[in-house]
């Protein structure tokens, strides 16, 4: 059963930066949309950024200028780049992303485990 591994989360100073990579742990035919999320205790889980198959972005009004989301198709991996972070940044961070396993394969919606982003002041 392929999943979605994070990896970069960790415990940073705030003004500092970090960057959240996020790939398939097997094989796959193609990634499509792809996000970030994130989520603190007691909250719903809240869109970060996303990037689609053509490389549009969008991001929460939160983090514009500060987060930057990429991917790299060869490697079947998308980035989050987070500069300039806060404690209000402090959160588990989810990988989203749309994957075929083969060609002729339905497109499924898959989540990572989360990676834990803390942010000293």
């Known amino acids: 059963q392929v999943q979605l591994v994070e990896s970069g989360g960790g415990l940073v100073q705030a003004g500092g930066s970090l960057r959240l990579s996020c790939a398939p742990s097997?094989?796959?035919?193609?990634?499509?949309?792809m996000g970030w999320y994130r989520q603190v205790p007691g909250k719903q889980r809240d869109v970060v950024a996303a990037?689609?198959?053509?490389?549009?972005?969008n991001y929460a009004d939160s983090v514009k200028g500060r987060f930057f989301i990429s991917r790299d198709n060869a490697k079947n991996t998308v980035y989050l780049q987070m500069n300039s972070l806060n404690p209000e940044d402090t959160a588990v961070y989810y990988c989203?992303?749309?994957?075929?396993?083969?060609?002729?394969?339905?497109?499924?919606?898959?989540w990572g485990q989360g990676t834990q982003v803390t942010v000293s002041s």
């Open positions: 989203n992303a749309d994957l075929k396993m083969t060609r002729y394969g339905l497109r499924r919606n898959y």
């Open positions: 097997g094989r796959i035919f193609s990634m499509h949309d």
């Open positions: 990037i689609t198959s053509d490389n549009n972005t």
